[in-house]
């Protein structure tokens, strides 16, 4: 089966632009997950969506951060401005909620921010 | 809220040698699983191996097994006669059931020498 896909895979902007970056979660995947992870650290969770509704997206910073998962499959982050602070790879994933299983990750999406 | 703790920053190992990696977490949940993730350089997050926390006995997936303290809340990983291609950072993570939430560790870089 095809994996979580992600694109880009690289992305420059200057501080104050905006970005987007999009997911397409495996098929049947109902929980679609958006992490943040800077150098060095652990993946963060931003936001988690079950089919088209959010699940939790306490972390995520909604001054700057948005995120939507229409009906159910595809999703999209956006930052809007980006800060310096803001460079990481965005990772996103994906995961059955009918029976136990892990998170399958895509490749994630570098992000620089200069 | 869950934390997940990895005390170990930086870990080396010879080849052919056992290598055990320290994770605990701090949890009042009771529906809980426990995953041990690979995260070579080309970032893809890889499942390594899985707990389910209602279950006493450790899972083994081939030269990879876990000690799984639930009292203590401990879940470390045992990597046996390990291969250059286990170089990478491994993560512990922490999925709460139900909703599917997945936190991480902080990380532990792993080098196998030849």
């Known amino acids: 089966e095809a994996g979580v896909a992600q694109s880009p895979r690289y992305k420059i902007i200057e501080k104050r632009q905006s970005v987007a970056f999009w997911c397409n979660p495996i098929?049947?995947?109902?929980?679609l997950y958006w992490y943040q992870q800077i150098l060095g650290q652990g993946p963060k969770l931003l936001i988690q969506?079950?089919?088209?509704?959010?699940?939790?997206d306490s972390q995520l910073p909604k001054d700057r951060f948005s995120a939507e998962r229409l009906k159910g499959v595809d999703s999209t982050l956006k930052i809007q401005p980006a800060k310096l602070e803001d460079s990481a790879v965005y990772l996103c994933?994906?995961?059955?909620?009918?029976?136990?299983?892990?998170?399958?990750f895509g490749q994630g999406t570098r992000l620089t921010v200069v | 809220a869950q934390t997940v703790t990895q005390s170990q920053p930086e870990m080396s190992v010879q080849e052919a040698e056992t290598v055990t990696l320290s994770c605990t977490y701090d949890?009042?949940?009771?529906?809980?699983?426990l995953f041990w993730y690979k995260q070579p350089p080309s970032r893809q997050m890889i499942l390594v191996i899985r707990?389910?926390?209602?279950?006493?006995q450790n899972a083994t997936e081939n030269r990879f097994s876990v000690n799984f303290q639930k009292a203590a809340k401990s879940f470390s990983l045992k990597i046996s006669d390990s291969q250059l291609g286990d170089t990478a950072m491994y993560f512990c993570?922490?999925?709460?059931?139900?909703?599917?939430?997945?936190?991480f560790g902080t990380g532990t870089s792993l080098t196998v020498i030849p």
């Open positions: 949890t009042s949940e009771n529906n809980y699983y």
């Open positions: 994933a994906s995961s059955l909620i009918q029976r136990n299983t892990e998170a399958f």
């Open positions: 969506f079950q089919n088209n509704g959010v699940v939790d």
């Open positions: 098929s049947g995947h109902a929980t």
């Open positions: 993570a922490f999925m709460k059931r139900p909703g599917n939430q997945f936190y």
């Open positions: 707990q389910e926390a209602y279950k006493q």
